[in-house]
């Protein structure tokens, strides 16, 4: 089997990626902070903002393709920690896509529907980017800078992503289901829409990306839906209290990071490769099933 290195293997995405890849590849994955075994899984911790680090795991394991998922993914933390995410988000993925290109090998990058504005959605791999806040700009930043040192890097814009929590990591659902179980108020969106899909779908995107894409690609859901009607579907699969769900709007919340309204993505080209997001009501089920 092939040897593929996982980077943020312990991280939600990551995590997916390496139950789905570990069927047809000879996995290896990084982590930082959060340690943890997975079955079949060579993992190892790597720092990957020390550049001799990341070139020993290069030199070490010698890989034939490389998926880089790792990041600090939380704008509200990337606006006000600017130089930490800074490292990791845009320094090191340009660091990995320069060893890709020095080795040969395909690289692929999770980039994020954030590096756009929200005025003129549904967004093509054409349209141009213009982000709101820190984190979409580190993203921006990253896309062009792996683009340059190794053209053939597949830049993957990933949606709002969902699903269960994997050992050390959650998606925004737990939270949501949490907050209605305990009878508190949930207050979600009604001007911001995404085209989310579920951590193993994504997965399932990021892995034909690899085989079939170079430079930009979008692997959003098939449909745009607002925070807020996602949570009425949530609450129907799951059968929770609904009394407690409320309408607001992003203005009504202080948050450190700007957001934009409407990042739904236009993946057209990805379906024409044979990525096939089910629909949400499918992917809920599927996650409720799983409980």
């Not at 997001?277 to 499918?282: C, G, Q, T, Y």
């Amino acid at each position: 089997m092939k040897k593929l290195l996982i980077t943020g293997s312990s991280g939600f995405l990551g995590w997916h990626l390496c139950q789905l890849a570990k069927q047809e590849w000879e996995v290896s994955g990084t982590y930082f902070s959060h340690s943890l075994e997975i079955t079949g899984i060579n993992m190892l911790k790597v720092n990957l903002t020390n550049f001799q680090q990341l070139q020993q795991i290069f030199i070490e394991i010698q890989p034939a393709a490389v998926i880089h998922t790792a990041a600090l993914s939380q704008p509200n933390f990337c606006q006000t920690h600017s130089d930490e995410s800074h490292a990791i988000n845009v320094i090191a993925s340009c660091n990995i896509a320069g060893l890709c290109a020095d080795y040969s090998i395909p690289c692929v990058f999770t980039s994020t529907d954030l590096v756009f504005d929200g005025l003129n959605a549904p967004y093509k791999e054409t349209d141009p980017v213009s982000p709101v806040n820190i984190y979409g700009e580190q993203k921006v930043m990253a896309e062009e800078g792996m683009l340059e040192r190794y053209p053939l890097t597949a830049v993957c814009r990933m949606p709002l992503m969902f699903g269960m929590a994997t050992p050390t990591a959650t998606s925004f659902i737990q939270s949501f289901i949490q907050t209605l179980k305990e009878g508190k108020e949930l207050n979600l969106f009604i001007d911001e829409f995404r085209t989310p899909v579920s951590g193993k779908t994504a997965a399932k995107g990021l892995l034909l990306a690899l085989e079939k894409v170079n430079g930009r690609i979008h692997l959003g859901g098939k449909e745009r839906i607002s925070r807020y009607d996602f949570g009425r579907l949530l609450v129907e699969v799951f059968q929770l209290p609904t009394d407690q769900l409320k309408a607001c709007r992003q203005q009504d919340v202080k948050m450190a990071a700007p957001r934009p309204g409407d990042v739904s993505l236009n993946s057209t080209k990805a379906f024409a490769l044979g990525y096939q997001p089910p629909s949400l009501l499918e992917e809920l089920v599927g996650c409720a099933n799983a409980v």
